[in-house]
């Protein structure tokens, strides 16, 4: 399984960005996509997921409110909506996939490449 990732790029604070990531193959009821992000000196850390076929979704306190993951089964692509964004939300972003929801990266067994978001002040 490949996951892409797209969609980062560089906005000022207040602003918002649209993340999708699109799986090479068909995503299961079972799975669970989510994203993960990474600052610089920083620990890769859990942003949000959801549950494929529930449709149920999971956010890091710092973001709920501000960010929306959605799905688009017949795409196989998961979105991030970045509403809001300040300077903490600046790093690489990943999409990950897996079968069993979990906050920490060994959750997931597939992980696309990073797209950076970067937000100036």
């Known amino acids: 399984v490949q996951l892409q990732a797209s969609g980062g790029g560089s906005v000022q604070a207040g602003g918002s960005l649209r993340l999708w990531c699109a799986s090479s193959?068909?995503?299961?009821?079972?799975?669970?996509v989510g994203w993960f992000r990474q600052a610089p000196g920083k620990e890769r850390e859990f942003v949000a997921a959801?549950?494929?076929?529930?449709?149920?979704?999971y956010y890091e306190d710092s973001v709920r409110g501000r960010f929306t993951i959605s799905r688009d089964s017949a795409k196989n692509t998961a979105y991030l909506q970045m509403n809001s964004l300040n300077t903490d939300d600046a790093a690489v972003y990943y999409c990950v996939m897996g079968t069993q929801y979990g906050t920490t990266p060994n959750s997931y067994n597939y992980w696309g490449q990073g797209t950076l978001v970067t937000v100036s002040s």
């Open positions: 193959r068909r995503i299961y009821s079972s799975n669970i």
């Open positions: 959801i549950r494929w076929g529930t449709g149920i979704r």
